[in-house]
């Protein structure tokens, strides 16, 4: 059976509004002395599309979702006009909010709470590589931001695996999971970015942790992880979800046109693509 991934209503647990003049993306800063390129990130988004003059990037972003069944996106506070998106458009999209613990455990606290009492925000997101120190996935510092979540009742999505960026892997490496869901068993926790090179263990994690979550953000969809995949279409049906890169470096029309070659199970399409996703976000 063909399966067209633009009839689900998807949500997208990963999308961001374009800027006119260039990315929207503001990586972190090469440490002095380090040499090389000004921004640890700036050699993977050479293509970012910028957003249309005419309808400006809510308009855009709003566009690229309608033209390929995306009926709501989760945008993160950290970027312009997702506040305004949302109050324009609130069946549209949903917030989150991103902290960085490193550089203040009590700010990243009052952020997320008040961001859900003013902004209404439905997760929060962690890069835990990022941060200004980083702070690792099992540290002190971040537990700070899970207990906040847990009684919030926030899920926290967190880049797992080798980052993409040249900052040191070491804070996202995917065992340190296994601590945290033992020490937060309310914790919805969502993988994001592959957990790659561990994606086996990720895997391994989910069967172990029944609110440990893994979103395919980042990916083309060609090269999501066998692993991931397989176990989608056995035992992980309601543990694996769609996230987009929209438009850090991956178009919306260029994801859902390779989706369809994706070899998931019919019965693990609407789980993917939207009700996981709802569950987890509350939509």
């Not at 910028?50 to 506070?77: F, K, Q, R």
């Not at 601590?179 to 068993?185: G, L, Q, T």
């Not at 260029?254 to 693990?268: C, K, N, T």
């Amino acid at each position: 059976m063909s399966i067209d991934p633009r009839a689900f209503d998807a949500i997208d647990t990963m999308l961001g509004l374009p800027r006119e003049g260039g990315s929207h993306y503001v990586p972190p800063q090469v440490k002095a002395g380090q040499g090389g390129s000004r921004h640890v990130a700036d050699y993977m988004f050479t293509e970012v599309p910028e957003g249309d003059p005419a309808h400006g990037p809510i308009g855009t972003a709003l566009g690229a979702m309608d033209a390929n069944g995306v009926a709501v996106a989760m945008l993160s506070l950290t970027e312009p006009h997702s506040a305004e998106a949302a109050a324009a458009h609130p069946d549209r999209f949903v917030l989150s909010t991103h902290v960085d613990p490193g550089a203040g455990v009590m700010e990243a606290v009052r952020r997320i709470r008040g961001d859900h009492a003013a902004r209404g925000i439905r997760a929060v997101t962690m890069f835990p590589a990022g941060g200004q120190p980083a702070v690792g996935i099992g540290e002190a510092a971040a537990y700070a931001v899970y207990a906040t979540c847990v009684e919030l009742g926030l899920p926290v999505f967190v880049t797992c695996g080798v980052p993409g960026p040249r900052v040191p892997l070491g804070p996202q490496e995917v065992e340190r999971l296994d601590r945290v869901c033992y020490d937060f068993p309310e914790l919805v926790v969502v993988m994001r970015h592959g957990a790659e090179p561990w994606e086996d263990l990720a895997v391994k994690l989910m069967l172990k942790w029944p609110n440990l979550y893994y979103s395919m953000s980042a990916f083309s969809p060609k090269h999501y992880p066998d692993a991931i995949v397989d176990y989608a279409n056995t035992r992980g049906a309601g543990k694996v979800l769609y996230g987009g890169y929209y438009p850090y470096a991956l178009d919306l029309t260029r994801i859902f046109d390779e989706l369809a070659a994706v070899g998931f199970r019919e019965e693990v399409w609407p789980r993917f693509l939207r009700t996981n996703a709802a569950s987890i976000l509350g939509v």
